[in-house]
């Protein structure tokens, strides 16, 4: 049975709760005041309320935020929101350009790239763990992404897409396979890259610079929320700060090594200032 975001529904109390419902699942929708069947909750409609125990609840379409955040079924760290939008807005994904992304992990990425892309465009993606992929596919299947095309395995011993518009590496060591994504992407190509510790971004800087890539960025990406009550306007208590460190550059065409070793940087980098100053 084909399904899609159409058929779900979120319930929330505006404040702390919020679920998402899916007549798929077997049993009641499970509140902090009882339960409600699916049946119910169709028949309140969105964007109507209603009353449970003296708790009011409304009913909300469900969107792709709020299905990664809440209905995505995980076996992984996804890639925030917050971080999310502005790798599509980095990688330049619109109608029609081709992406490859690895590792799809649970999908959450893969989703939203193939939604920026829209079917007259394509996403390739790949996952090593057979699992993780297996749960990807699904999630991928409910939101009728039929241009993603998934691959099971390493990248290096499957990449064999060209001309490429962007790409996406979010795995452990990113530079062991830029030389093989660099030959995927069409000159001026945009590559994008996450990872969490700043030692690999070092690693990824060297290989990049081998590689002869444009670095444009190295960056991190913060949002604080605030609680929404004219009198007392405030930041909330917590908030979500590092999730990963990303990388943006561009492919250039000539003057690129076969390097691939993170140590192995020229050695003139090793003292470069982006600003346009060198270390004494």
Same mark, same amino acid.
């Given at each position: !049975?084909t399904?899609?975001?159409?058929?779900?529904?979120?319930?929330?109390?505006?404040?702390?709760f919020? #679920?998402?419902?899916?007549?798929?699942?077997?049993g009641?929708? /499970?509140?902090?005041?009882?339960?409600?069947?699916?049946?119910?909750l169709?028949a309140? =409609?969105p964007?109507?309320?209603?009353?449970?125990?003296?708790?009011?609840?409304w009913?909300?379409?469900?969107?792709?935020?709020?299905?990664?955040?809440?209905?995505?079924?995980?076996?992984?760290?996804?890639i925030?929101?917050?971080?999310?939008?502005?790798?599509?807005? #980095?990688?330049?994904?619109c109608?029609?350009k &081709?992406?490859?992304?690895? /590792?799809?992990?649970?999908g959450?990425?893969?989703?939203?790239?193939?939604r920026?892309? /829209?079917?007259? =465009? %394509? +996403?390739? *993606?790949?996952e090593?763990d057979?699992?993780l992929? %297996?749960?990807a596919r699904?999630?991928?299947?409910?939101?009728?992404?039929?241009?993603?095309? *998934?691959?099971?395995?390493?990248?290096e011993?499957?990449?064999d897409?060209?001309?490429?518009?962007?790409?996406?590496?979010?795995?452990?060591?990113?530079?062991?396979? !830029?030389a093989?994504?660099?030959?995927?992407?069409?000159?001026?190509?945009h590559? =994008?890259?996450?990872?969490?510790?700043?030692?690999? +971004?070092?690693?990824?800087?060297?290989?990049l610079t081998?590689?002869?890539?444009?670095?444009?960025?190295?960056?991190e990406?913060?949002?604080?929320?605030?609680?929404?009550?004219? %009198?007392?306007?405030r930041? *909330?208590? &917590? !908030? +979500?700060?590092? *999730?990963?460190?990303?990388?943006?550059?561009? &492919?250039?065409?000539? !003057?690129?090594?076969?390097?691939?070793d993170p140590? %192995?940087?020229p050695?003139?980098?090793e003292?470069?200032?982006?600003?346009g100053?060198?270390?004494?």
């Amino acid at each position: !049975m084909t399904r899609s975001l159409a058929d779900l529904l979120i319930v929330t109390d505006r404040m702390k709760f919020s #679920r998402v419902a899916d007549p798929a699942k077997p049993g009641p929708v /499970g509140l902090p005041t009882g339960h409600m069947t699916h049946e119910e909750l169709w028949a309140v =409609g969105p964007g109507n309320s209603f009353v449970q125990k003296g708790k009011t609840y409304w009913v909300l379409t469900c969107d792709l935020h709020e299905w990664t955040m809440h209905g995505l079924r995980r076996k992984t760290q996804i890639i925030y929101p917050k971080d999310t939008a502005y790798i599509l807005w #980095r990688l330049n994904l619109c109608s029609g350009k &081709r992406v490859g992304e690895a /590792g799809t992990g649970s999908g959450a990425l893969t989703s939203a790239m193939a939604r920026a892309v /829209g079917p007259e =465009g %394509a +996403v390739y *993606t790949w996952e090593e763990d057979p699992r993780l992929l %297996a749960q990807a596919r699904k999630n991928l299947d409910f939101v009728e992404f039929s241009h993603v095309h *998934t691959h099971e395995g390493r990248l290096e011993e499957g990449l064999d897409q060209e001309n490429l518009d962007a790409f996406f590496l979010d795995m452990r060591h990113p530079w062991e396979v !830029m030389a093989r994504v660099r030959d995927a992407l069409a000159p001026s190509g945009h590559l =994008g890259i996450l990872v969490p510790t700043a030692n690999q +971004v070092s690693a990824s800087i060297r290989a990049l610079t081998n590689l002869n890539f444009h670095l444009l960025d190295v960056m991190e990406i913060f949002i604080r929320f605030y609680k929404p009550v004219p %009198a007392r306007l405030r930041p *909330t208590d &917590r !908030m +979500v700060a590092h *999730t990963g460190y990303l990388l943006f550059a561009r &492919r250039l065409k000539g !003057m690129e090594t076969a390097a691939t070793d993170p140590e %192995a940087a020229p050695a003139a980098w090793e003292a470069y200032d982006p600003d346009g100053d060198f270390d004494s």
